[in-house]
């Protein structure tokens, strides 16, 4: 989506050079407007507005954080091979915009908590890449000392990975609740895969949520696999989007389709 952006605005930028004097004049588009795929809804009567407008500074700035997170986890992969890695290393590429694009639209006193995929989340969330990349190898100077690895890493307002399926969903309303309790205006980002969508604790974090009005937003990263089997074999209905009964939902394309 976001390379589509840039050559909009590259199609909008227009060069003109004058002879007079040498002096070259620049015009560049300061911002593009596009139109996205209507969201699935679920007990909503109208979506998010489907007419979307970006700035040239805010594209280019989506566009180099999504490249690095790719590089850095194409560095991850090639470390892994290598056996500089040892353990687990969960790669989030192919996913990049789903952590860029949220990261976009919260502040950083909202809070984020996600599954055992969370390289490109600890980076958008603040972590420098070499602390990401030194984590995964054991080293001291790594997010969480060396000590967590590819699931465990964390910044302020970022809870990090968690290594239990599912478990990280009612700790997310928890993060919700107290906020709530402390009348803040902030709010939670709970994550996790579709290999965790039919876990029973899901369901019933998303009626605590309901129920006491939580601030909290879940959001199924779905890449069409949970680790290697197919959503079609693990989920009688693989529409996450429906699954939390009463609370309103949006849906949008699986990782896999978009990439």
């Known amino acids: 989506m976001f390379s589509n952006t840039l050559r909009i605005i590259a199609r909008h930028s227009q060069e003109r050079s ?3 004097g040498g002096i070259v004049s620049r015009s560049v588009a300061s911002q593009a407007t596009f139109q996205t795929k209507l969201f699935k809804l679920h007990r909503l009567e109208s979506g998010p507005s489907t007419e979307v407008t970006v700035t ?3 594209a280019l700035k989506f566009y180099r954080d999504m490249q690095m997170i790719r590089r850095m986890e194409t560095s991850a992969g090639n470390m892994y091979k290598e056996k500089l890695i040892r353990g687990f290393c969960h790669l989030y590429s192919g996913q ?4 860029v694009g949220m990261e976009a639209a919260i502040r950083k006193d909202d809070a984020v908590i996600s599954a055992y995929r ?3 989340w600890t980076f958008v969330r603040g972590a420098s890449v070499e602390s990401v990349l030194t984590e995964l190898t054991g080293r001291r100077t790594g997010n969480a000392r060396g000590k967590g690895g590819s699931m465990h890493m964390y910044r302020d307002n970022f809870y990090g990975g968690n290594g239990i399926v599912g478990a990280q969903v009612p700790l997310g309303a928890g993060i919700a609740f107290a906020q709530k309790y402390k009348e803040t ?3 939670t ?3 996790y895969g579709d290999g965790a969508a039919n876990q029973g604790q899901l369901f019933e974090a998303y009626n605590m949520a309901k129920l006491w009005s939580l601030p909290c937003i879940f959001i199924c990263e779905n890449n069409g696999y949970g680790m290697g089997t197919s959503i079609d074999r693990a989920a ?3 529409d996450y989007y429906t699954r939390g009964d ?3 939902e949006i849906g949008r394309a699986s990782c896999r389709e978009r990439v």
């Open 246 to 248: 009463s609370i309103p």
């Open 96 to 99: 990049e915009a789903c952590a």
């Open 118 to 120: 969370i390289h490109g």
């Open 236 to 238: 009688a209905n693989t």
């Open 189 to 191: 980002l709970a994550l």
């Open 185 to 187: 205006d902030n709010i």
């Open 56 to 58: 040239r500074d805010d």
């Open 18 to 20: 004058t002879a007079m």
